[in-house]
């Protein structure tokens, strides 16, 4: 898997694979702005929770073509001035695309310069990508759809222990073999049906921790499509695994490797092992709290005033109502999974 989406010759991110309408699949962010504007409303929120703190660090993880950093910044948050967004990405071809349509655009930055960009002064909004994490930064890591394309395992229980599925080779099939997992996982196991396959997330579950380690005030928040271990398991033989290229449901990962998305529902109860998230929604009810129906309702007031002669403000106030139902739909988007942990601001962070 991480081979055929992050090889850095022939993996899919690498090559033409992206998110959009002229991509492979739509995210949350390619729906249209008024995901942006939802966003922009939570990390105002969270800058008032932690004090209105300059610089202010907005991190998003896995940021694909950039889109959504554009999104954010076409709604003016209240935060703008404080706001120094990084856009993280691994794949170069993509960061190449952030900078287009950003004022205050700061370039693709190594660690050193990525340091400095986190802690400078000066009135933002600021934008920058970078391929890897900043470090330690009071602020929102916003990850839609990220951890469901980390690379994983594949696990059952059995009467005698716990297996692991190897793939030998491409086109030579498979094998299992013993594992020792840790006991936490392991007893996640426990009411699943022996000999049924799920994922095991452990690197999905480390970037979480590592991730909330960095924060040193604000809050991780999780988007993407998930379930408990037993619900996975519900699913059937790899019900919890799919694939995607342009717009369509692709077959097996191991037909044409590099030239599709390879994704897998979030094990959510894995990721709430170390630490349990502080609030757990789905998308829909999310959107609701953060003020949707108070978006879409502006929306069309603008399309009523600007009817008669529509410019690109009354065509974006229009769309905001086929953009909310994307965005709550019960059967797609709005079922997704929200998870937040929260981190509070504490010793030198605070006194500064």
């Excluded at 948050?77 to 794949?91: G, K, L, N, Q, Y």
């Excluded at 309702?297 to 109502?321: I, K, M, Q, Y």
Aim: glycine content about 12%.
């Amino acid at each position: 898997m991480e081979r055929a989406l992050y090889d850095p010759v022939t993996g899919f991110y690498v090559g033409a694979g992206r998110a959009g309408r002229r991509g492979d699949f739509l995210t949350s962010p390619e729906v249209g702005p008024l995901f942006g504007a939802l966003v922009a409303e939570r990390v105002d929120r969270e800058w008032e929770r932690v004090g209105r703190p300059d610089p202010f660090v907005i991190v998003d993880a896995g940021a694909g073509p950039g889109t959504l950093a554009r999104s954010v910044a076409l709604a003016a948050p209240r935060c703008a001035e404080a706001m120094r967004w990084v856009s993280v990405e691994i794949s170069a071809a993509q960061r190449a695309l952030h900078g287009a349509h950003l004022d205050g655009w700061a370039g693709d930055l190594g660690d050193e310069e990525l340091a400095r960009f986190i802690v400078s002064s000066g009135p933002g909004p600021r934008f920058a990508s970078s391929a890897e994490m900043p470090g330690s930064f009071i602020g929102v890591v916003i990850a839609n759809e990220l951890l469901d394309n980390l690379p994983f395992d594949i696990v059952r229980a059995t009467p005698d222990g716990t297996e692991l599925l190897i793939v030998v080779d491409e086109g030579q099939g498979s094998e299992t073999r013993p594992v020792d997992l840790p006991d936490e996982v392991a007893a996640l196991l426990v009411p699943v049906p022996h000999g049924t396959w799920v994922p095991w997330m452990h690197r999905a579950r480390r970037w979480v921790v590592d991730t909330v380690g960095r924060i040193a005030g604000g809050s991780l928040i999780v988007l993407d499509y998930g379930a408990s271990t037993r619900e996975l398991a519900a699913r059937g033989p790899f019900g919890w695994l799919r694939t995607y290229t342009s717009h369509e449901r692709g077959s097996d990962p191991f037909d044409g490797p590099g030239t599709r998305d390879i994704t897998a529902d979030v094990d959510i109860d894995q990721l709430s092992l170390d630490r349990r998230p502080d609030r757990v929604t789905t998308q829909a009810e999310w959107s609701t709290d953060l003020g949707i129906d108070a978006l879409v309702d502006e929306g069309r007031r603008l399309w009523h005033e600007r009817a008669t002669a529509p410019d690109v403000v009354a065509l974006r106030g229009r769309s905001r109502v086929g953009e909310a139902e994307a965005l709550r739909d019960p059967s797609g988007l709005g079922a997704y999974v929200v998870l937040e942990w929260h981190v509070p601001v504490t010793g030198a962070e605070a006194d500064r």
